[in-house]
């Protein structure tokens, strides 16, 4: 597609529950990254895909967070067992490799966990 | 370690100029970005510098020095739309990864 598409844009889920978060990144960007953004904060890396390299899941804060790419295009951002301070918005952005700059971001997720 | 540094926020006039400085520290440089980000939008890019000095694109100028660490923004002629938060990022040279500041909320005032 044209931009990076998040849905939903919106999430208020329960204390506990799983929630998924889907990013379409632009089409042929090879590169996905997902991030996490809290009020007043910088923004938080969590995982990086690029093309077929096993991903990097350096950023993620706990085994309650996965994430997976299929077929190098559309990547699914899990959450299980959603805790209060998972509550922030969720943005991801997909990068061309060949350029020098280039991250385009997503409008995000916003999770509210209640 | 890693450590970027942004003012949490700044007011200015509208038509007048502001500058919004970043300082960083990171094991291995490649490339400072300057993102803009209204309240509630996606982080849009505004820059990119990878080599000293200034770069000009049309009100908006980006200038870096790498022995200083040190980066600012420039917006010229101010207008009420720039109000936003603006955002430093480097790029690690060694996993080309961006380690982002906190963010400097822009507030203009007629």
């Known amino acids: 597609g044209a931009g990076v598409s998040q849905s939903p844009s919106n999430k208020v889920t329960e204390k506990g529950k799983d929630v998924e978060l889907r990013c379409d990144p632009i089409?042929?960007?090879?590169?996905l990254y997902w991030y996490r953004q809290s009020l007043g904060q910088g923004l938080e890396f969590l995982i990086y895909?690029?093309?077929?390299?096993?991903?990097?899941k350096s950023g993620l804060p706990s085994d309650r967070f996965s994430a997976e790419r299929t077929g190098g295009s559309v990547s699914t951002l899990t959450i299980q067992r959603t805790q209060q301070e998972d509550s922030a918005v969720y943005l991801c952005?997909?990068?061309?490799?060949?350029?020098?700059?280039?991250?385009?971001f997503g409008s995000g997720t916003r999770l509210t966990v209640v | 370690g890693q450590n970027i540094d942004q003012p949490t926020e700044m007011t200015a006039t509208e038509g007048a100029i502001v500058q919004i400085n970043c300082t960083y520290q990171?094991?291995?440089?490649?490339?400072l970005f300057w993102y803009q980000q209204h309240a509630g939008e996606a982080p849009t890019f505004l820059s990119y510098?990878?080599l000293d000095g200034l770069e000009e694109k049309g009100r908006f100028s980006s200038f870096l020095s790498r022995s200083k660490g040190y980066s600012y923004l420039l917006l010229k002629e101010l207008q009420m739309k720039d109000s936003a938060s603006y955002l430093c990022?480097?790029?690690?040279?060694?996993?080309?990864?961006?380690?982002w500041g906190a963010g400097t909320k822009l507030i203009i005032k007629p």
């Open positions: 089409s042929g960007h090879t590169a």
């Open positions: 510098n990878v």
């Open positions: 990022a480097v790029r690690e040279r060694s996993n080309y990864q961006l380690i």
């Open positions: 895909f690029q093309g077929n390299s096993a991903p990097d």
């Open positions: 990171t094991s291995g440089f490649n490339g």
């Open positions: 952005a997909s990068r061309n490799r060949d350029t020098d700059y280039g991250y385009t």
